[in-house]
């Protein structure tokens, strides 16, 4: 399994913007699709963005446009740039890193939004 540790959540205002980090511990974390997935209360937890080590994206539609996700391979770390925040992205934001049988899950970070 892989340790992963998110940082960077908050209470922000409508509209505002937040970075997301995650750092990994594997010394092969250019191998792993690296993911955010979030979960509001009382919903299930659904995918954000994806990124593969290639650096290929994918994001769900409700996100498009207003989130990026990128990596540093050199620094173990994946990232979210969340931007135009609606009171809807209001949710505790896991990072997940996938590579064969592993399938690991950060200890979450919550990010609320709100005026």
């Known amino acids: 399994q892989v340790q992963l540790v998110e940082s960077g959540g908050g209470l922000v205002q409508p509209g505002g913007s937040l970075r997301l980090s995650c750092a990994a511990s594997t010394s092969i974390f250019s191998y792993f699709t690296m993911g955010w997935y979030r979960q509001a209360p009382g919903k299930q937890r659904e995918l954000v963005a994806t990124?593969?080590?290639?650096?290929?994206?994918n994001y769900a539609d409700s996100v498009k446009g207003r989130f990026t996700i990128s990596r540093d391979n050199a620094k173990n770390t994946v990232y979210l740039q969340m931007s135009s925040l609606k009171p809807e992205d209001t949710a505790v934001y896991y990072c997940n890193a996938k590579r064969a049988m592993i399938n690991s899950w950060g200890q979450g970070t919550q990010v609320t939004v709100s005026s």
């Open positions: 990124i593969t080590g290639g650096g290929t994206t």
